[in-house]
């Protein structure tokens, strides 16, 4: 089975960036989705197709895909930012989630 | 809006079965590929099954393979799973997702707030 791989956890200061990985064999030449749930929510993508933001996600969000690691990065972090963050792929015509990264902002 | 409603859930012996079902409304139903998608306390979202537009595919993860069963009624804008030989292993918030995109390239942009299913004696 394809596994990817998320660091637990991620810790930034309000303003500064935050960058959150994923690991996954030749990931680069697949596509990667990002999702941001909040504590009580359901997941919400924050970016599409490696690095594509959906209408209503802040310019903040970004992403790329390159060799076998995606990068989120959130750019001048804010304290509502603080949450889990899920990385996904395609494998063989099944869904792959990352195990997530709890990202904490203080 | 794009609204997902998820129902069916509850608590459940080992073994038993359960079918979840999820109504969709503000979109063309019948056009969109959808998901199930569950996530256990505590843990990420685990992928569980996909049905194409018209029904006529369907794939699965390989922990359910067997067990679960995805289906859509498209005239009542109705997604279904029906869960058997339930374990406690089973035990977690039931998602129903909206695909958006090609299928192997797609993402999930809409999501139902989840119905929570507990396996326990």
């Known amino acids: 089975s394809y596994d990817l791989t998320q660091p637990p956890s991620v810790s930034v200061s309000p303003g500064q960036t935050a960058s959150i990985t994923c690991s996954g064999d030749?990931?680069?030449?697949?596509?990667v989705f990002w999702y941001q749930q909040r504590p009580g929510q359901s997941p919400v993508v924050v970016i599409f197709r490696n690095a594509w933001r959906p209408s209503g996600i802040p310019e903040r969000f970004s992403g790329s895909n390159s060799g076998n690691t995606a990068i989120l990065t959130i750019s001048g972090t804010q304290t509502m930012d603080e949450a889990d963050y899920y990385c996904?792929?395609?494998?063989?015509?099944?869904?792959?989630f990352g195990g997530g990264t709890k990202l904490t902002v203080l | 809006q794009v609204q997902l409603v998820e129902s069916g859930g509850g608590v459940v012996q080992p073994g038993r079965s359960l079918r979840l079902s999820c109504a969709a409304s503000g979109f063309t139903f019948s056009a969109s590929d959808m998901h199930w998608v569950r996530q256990a306390p505590g843990k990420g979202p685990e992928w569980l099954a996909l049905i194409a537009s018209g029904g006529n595919y369907k794939s699965y993860a390989h922990s359910v393979k067997g067990r679960f069963t995805i289906s859509r009624d498209n005239s009542r804008r109705q997604l279904y799973v029906q869960m058997n030989l339930l374990t406690t292993e089973d035990t977690a918030v039931y998602y129903c997702a909206k695909a958006s995109g090609s299928q192997s390239e797609s993402w999930f942009d809409t999501w139902g707030r989840g119905t929570l299913v507990s396996v326990s004696s």
């Open positions: 996904q792929a395609w494998d063989s015509n099944t869904v792959v």
């Open positions: 030749t990931l680069g030449e697949r596509f």
